[in-house]
């Protein structure tokens, strides 16, 4: 390069000797020099334990597609979101943050406090002029347009996009069908069916062993499904199972102080009287919740509440209990036949943004970076590992995971006793899989092999699909103002808690449905809850997924 600077300014002096006369070529030649160097990006990342940023074959892939080199501040998972913190509080943060939505993001609060502090760098020009991938999805699914783009217009960090198919029906129940069978029973199909297996549970020592040990209906505490009393309530009135929200006719509401919600007490308080319900459903944690499904001197769980019965017997190869629980359909209650829906699990949030230490170089390679993850191969190769280590294209005759959809990912799964491959990020390159993504995986068609898996909760959610209601409030998809954010998440937690706790104490009968409900309705009000309809109703409004 040198060389050819020279012979430039060679030519050009022989041609003119006048000093002021510098060449074109001189400055072109320098450009070139620089353009050939790599842009390097500071970035604070999470790395997972199995997984070195710095010699991973992902980080060496982008670098390599798009002239860049990393300078990773690596930060394991525990502590993440104190560290991050504290980098920004610090002032000597990096040019860009590239996180694990499921560890650590930014919030919605986040993004707009440090968006208006000029901190993070709105994306929307950068989307516009080098990111086509991410403009065509905004500009076919208005519910990401909406969960990326603050109240403002601006984009201020992109999210995980992950739809997951099972995951967005989480309150699902297994019933135990091989007690069905040897009890004669059928699939319970309304509310009351279902109380009769129970009560058969109970009494009719399915497990054989001549004691009466059964747990007829458990489950835990958690957020994946577990909570009992959602599956049992929509039978009566909608459960969202997170806010108790409903959407009627475009206006905010709650369903926790309606008669259909004192009717759907009523019922499981009388599962609850009976028997029928484990007490420890409604204090214990999955662990507990696992020790049930899978009792050391044997079965004794009649059915169990979950996203999907892995949280409770084991699935692994030469288990014992996994076939035996199937996923019991939406019951039909006094008032419909719902399933809880909450579209698909997204996170609001962001888990990249750019910073105002970017240079515009970094910028573009950045967000051109994050435009190929949104891609298929770009997704694949970041969140799973790289193309003919992690995943290869699929074979002939092989199936994808939707129903009648091409397969075009096939995994390799990984063999025991060898190392970490080190080939993708993993939870750090999740950022878009729309369910038609997840759809095209390669997947047998034996649901009850471990390998499939995910075959069998697919299965079982096409029983929920369609059970949700026609409006639902889209508390994944919506802004709230930031001057109300605070009050809005006082006012969230203390209504949740009061119908949360309200609602156990009228199941055990520490409240008297008749005599407490009318004081029970006062306190919700006491809380101020027309007050926070209010503050959602503003943010629904306001909110892009309408635009």
């Known amino acids: 390069m040198f060389s050819m600077i020279l012979a430039a300014c060679t030519s050009t002096q022989e041609a003119s000797p006048s000093a002021s006369s510098k060449p074109s070529t001189d400055t072109a030649s320098l450009s070139a020099a620089t353009a050939s160097k790599p842009v390097q990006i500071s970035v604070f990342a999470q790395q997972a334990n199995d997984i070195d940023l710095n010699t991973n074959l992902f980080t060496k892939h982008l670098e390599s597609k798009f002239n860049a080199k990393f300078k990773f501040d690596v930060i394991p998972y525990d502590g993440a979101k104190e560290k991050r913190q504290i980098s920004l509080a610090s002032g000597d943060y990096p040019e860009a943050y590239m996180l694990t939505a499921y560890i650590d993001q930014f919030s919605q609060a986040d993004l707009l406090k440090f968006g208006k502090q000029g901190v993070l760098l709105p994306l929307n020009d950068l989307i516009n002029q080098y990111a086509p991938t991410i403009k065509a999805a905004m500009e076919k699914d208005a519910t990401f347009k909406s969960f990326i783009t603050a109240p403002d217009g601006k984009i201020y960090g992109l999210g995980s996009y992950t739809q997951c198919f099972h995951c967005s029906y989480p309150n699902k129940m297994w019933i135990n069908t091989s007690w069905l069978k040897k009890l004669n029973l059928e699939m319970p199909k309304t509310t009351e069916d279902f109380k009769k297996v129970l009560q058969a549970f109970k009494k009719n020592d399915p497990n054989g062993n001549g004691k009466a040990d059964e747990v007829p209906l458990s489950g835990s505490t958690e957020d994946f499904g577990v909570r009992v009393i959602p599956f049992l309530m929509n039978g009566f009135i909608y459960d969202d199972d997170r806010n108790y929200l409903n959407l009627v006719n475009g ?297």
Do not use: C
Not at 405 to 434: C, E, K, L
Not at 483 to 503: G, R
């Open 251 to 547: 206006k905010a509401d709650t369903v926790a102080n309606k008669p259909e919600w004192k009717e759907g007490l009523t019922y499981i308080k009388s599962l609850y009287d009976e028997g029928l319900i484990d007490p420890g459903a409604f204090t214990q944690n999955a662990e507990a919740f696992k020790k049930i499904g899978e009792n050391g001197s044997g079965q004794i769980l009649g059915a169990g509440a979950g996203m999907h019965p892995a949280i409770f017997v084991n699935i692994d190869k030469g288990n014992k209990n996994s076939a035996d629980y199937n996923p019991v359909p939406p019951l039909t209650g006094p008032h419909g036949s719902l399933s809880t829906h909450d579209g698909g699990g997204l996170i609001p949030g962001a888990k990249f943004v750019i910073t105002n230490k970017a240079s515009k170089e970094a910028q573009v390679a950045l967000i051109k970076m994050v435009d190929y993850m949104f891609t298929m191969e770009g997704q694949t190769n970041a969140a799973s590992g790289m193309e003919g280590i992690d995943w290869r294209k699929p074979k002939e005759g092989e199936v994808a995971l939707g129903k009648g959809v091409t397969p075009q990912i096939a995994t390799i799964p990984a063999v025991d006793g060898q190392p970490p491959r080190n080939a993708g990020w993993s939870g750090m390159g999740h950022f878009y899989q729309p369910q038609e993504y997840r759809d095209s995986i390669v997947q047998g068609t034996d649901v009850y092999d471990s390998a499939n898996y995910e075959r069998r909760l697919y299965d079982a959610t096409l029983l929920y699909q369609g059970h949700e209601p026609k409006e639902l409030f889209p508390m994944w998809a919506i802004w709230i103002d930031p001057a109300l954010t605070d009050e809005a998440s006082i006012l969230q937690t203390n209504i949740k808690n009061y119908i949360e706790q309200s609602s156990l104490q009228f199941i055990t009968g520490n409240k008297d449905l008749n005599k407490d409900w009318d004081a029970y309705v006062k306190g919700l009000d006491n809380l101020k809850l027309g007050r926070y309809l209010e503050i959602l109703q503003k943010a629904y409004d306001t909110a892009a997924i309408k635009k």
